[in-house]
């Protein structure tokens, strides 16, 4: 099924990188949903719809190509254009890796990895099959599920 893919995506992202948690969003517009968080955890503000202006972590639309590290993480939004203001700090995260998934130039959504210790350098070379790994779950999850996650996102306050 397509949330078991997206829940696995996510488990293996952690895991290959040795971070505490991660988080995989796709691109709907003018929101970016989540789709599946490493650990599973409906209620952390992390898996709330977000403003796709101000995404990731309310710092503003991140046109990188291969990825932004943040080493120092803890002051940053966990949920951009929304009303919460919790930090990735107040969620245990000292650093934080966003990996951006395009197809050709459209982005298709991001790939987030957390870590509860400071990372101060990020070896690029899993990064490729992260991204890649990223890019082929959101191509499979079917136009159905994209559906009801932005009916989700558009009912979100």
Excluded at 92 to 121: C, K, Q
Aim: proline residues 6%.
């Amino acid at each position: 099924s397509p949330v078991r893919l997206a829940q696995e995506c996510v488990t293996m992202a952690a895991e290959m990188a040795g971070a505490e948690q991660s988080a995989l969003y796709v691109s709907l517009d003018e929101a970016m949903g989540c789709v599946a968080l490493c650990p599973p955890h409906l209620e952390s503000p992390l898996s709330i719809p977000q403003s796709a202006k101000r995404f990731p972590w309310n710092i503003g639309t991140v046109m990188a190509s291969r990825f932004v590290l943040v080493e120092d993480a803890s002051t940053l939004v966990a949920s951009s254009g929304t009303s919460t203001d919790t930090t990735l700090g107040e969620l245990g995260i000292a650093s934080a890796l966003h990996l951006p998934l395009w197809a050709g130039n459209r982005l298709m959504g991001a790939l987030h990895l957390y870590w509860d210790e400071s990372v101060t350098d990020w070896d690029d070379r899993p990064g490729a099959l992260l991204r890649a790994i990223g890019v082929f779950t959101l191509e499979r999850i079917s136009r159905t599920s994209a559906h009801n996650l932005r009916s989700t996102v558009e009912s979100h306050p």
